[in-house]
Structure formats: structure tokens, C-alpha cells
């Protein structure tokens, strides 16, 4: 049982760089043969919050929520799931967490029935719990409908929310979202995002976007990263102070960056 107001995810010092191959630095307008993807960020979240990373694309927020679901490895620096070294015991962090990101596909050729019954095996969740948690998701998600249809013949919005399901069969105590509303409709967005503030209940929740409306709606504290930077780390409240989150961001990228970018 995880107690109200714990530190669930403490990412510590993470720094990650990439080489960039000729077209890159073409690209990129650089002669740099490598790329500080991330650089030294340090956060927390804790259970019964939502903490928000924000920043404009290529800033490093994929590649830290990487690191959080032990997707990829950091050079220097260090993050605790629940108390786990995602560095030292990858695998055991895995049974703790949801990752969901865009990027990650379902095979196509099953149907969301056969993918949560494959997964919640590989998670040895009883027969019991299996049946009542998928009808409780599947009902939520509207995915009942679609049970036995195969995934290459959903929409976009439904193969987003049949990964949903499939990411929580385990009941995990750490949601790690990589941009969670990416090419749904709006009503299916409000799905997802009303069900975000339900699942921090009892919860750590994490999501990265640059939609700052999705931010002000359901997190409680934000960090925002800019050029791999940590530049920002605090609650909602106390980054914006009177102004939208709109326009503090865009107050924070010119004193980082000098200028706004074109």
C-alpha cells in the first residue's frame, strides 16, 4: 500500500549524449559530433500528484521519460522508482510502472482481448483480477466494443487507448505517459485526461507534452526543460504566479535562450 504523499520517482543528476551522424550535424547546422540530449536534471514526484514536464520539441523530454521506464540508459545520474535504481534493477522497476508513448506499437494482427489476456500473463495477474480490471478499462475506455476487432482496423484515437489499457494491467503505482493525448480526438483526450486525475488517487503520475493546456488542467507541479536543462521545478502555482502557463513559459525560454526561437 503506498502512503499518502511519498516520493515515488526521484531522478537525480541525469545526463545523456548522443552522437550526431553527418546529416544530423547538417540538420542541426553544427560541426558538434555529439549532443547533450540531457543535462543533469533532478525532479521529484510524488504519490497523489501529476507532475508535468514540459518543453518545446527536441528539449530532452522523451528522452528523460526514457530513462524513467528503463527504455535507455543514462551516462551519468540516477532515478528511483518506488525506491528501485532504474540503473541497478531495471527489470524489477518494469513490474511498477506504465509507459505509454506514441512510439510504442501494438502488433496489429491481435485484438485488444487477446493483448491484454498476453500482457496481464506476463505480469502473472490471476485469472480473478484479469477478468473484473479489463472490464472496469475496457468499459472506461470504451474499448468493450472493439474487444475482438483487430487492431490494424481501429482508428488512430482507439489503438491510443487500447496501448492505455494494455499499459495498466498490472495496476502499477507509477504512470509514466509520453505525450498522453498525441492524435486522439478531443472527446478522447478528455477520456484520457479525466482518467489521468483519477489514477493519481493513489498514484505517481508523470506525463511530458508541450500542450499547455493539458498541464493546467490535471498537474500539480511542473518542470520545465529547455535545450536538456532542468530550468524550472516547482508547483504550478508558483512557476506561472498571476500569468498563464502560456505565457511564463515563453518569459522563461527568452531569459534561457535570449530569444525567442523562429
Known sequence: MISGMEVLIKAEGLRKTFKLSKKQQKINRTGETKKVAVDNVSFECKSGEIYGLLGPNGAGKTTVMRILSTLMKADEGDAQIMGISVKKEPDKVRNNIAFLTSELKLDEFFTPNYMYDFYSNLHGIDAVTRKSRKKMLFDRFGVDKFAEVKIAEMSQGMKQKVSLVVSLVHDPGVIIFDEPTNGLDILTAKVVTDFLLELKKDKCVIVSTHIFSLIERVCDRIGIIINGKMVADDTLS??????????????????VTGGMAI
Open 238 to 255: 508558483n512557476v506561472c504566479g498571476k500569468k498563464s502557463l502560456e505565457d511564463r513559459f515563453f518569459e522563461i525560454y527568452e531569459q
